[in-house]
Nanobody
Framework: QVRLVESGGGVVQPGGSLTLSCAAS????????MAWYRQAPGKQRELVAK???????NYADSVKGRFTISRDNAKNTVYLQMNSLKPEDTAVYYC???????????????WGQGTQVTVSS
């Protein structure tokens, strides 16, 4: 069974920094993409950043230049370095992985349980 476990959320003042981590565990053949999404109260879940197996990346316009996504394939872990945080970054952040459990099996999406990030003075 695959699990994604996030860590690193918390409360930070505007302008501060946080780093989120998400480790995938279980019997995994290959992780294709890993991503971070977020959902603020009363809003839909949105993509924050995504990193592909070739390490190319995509970012939401709202976080470009402030957030950096990276991955450690040996540890099946994805990170999100968040700098210059703003109150509007406050949300529950979810880790997502598009992966295969075994060779020649379909790719599937898996989600973490979410970690709260609050930006407030």
């Amino acid at each position: 069974q695959v699990r994604l476990v996030e860590s690193g959320g918390g409360v930070v003042q505007p302008g501060g920094s946080l780093t989120l981590s998400c480790a995938a565990s279980g019997s995994i053949f290959k992780i294709w993409t890993m991503a971070w999404y977020r959902q603020a109260p009363g809003k839909q879940r949105e993509l924050v950043a995504k990193i592909f197996s070739d390490r190319s990346t995509n970012y939401a316009d709202s976080v470009k230049g402030r957030f950096t996504i990276s991955r450690d394939n040996a540890k099946n872990t994805v990170y999100l370095q968040m700098n210059s945080l703003k109150p509007e970054d406050t949300a529950v952040y979810y880790c997502n992985a598009d992966l295969q459990l075994m060779v020649l099996t379909p790719r599937r999406d898996y989600w973490g349980q979410g970690t709260q990030v609050t930006v407030s003075s």
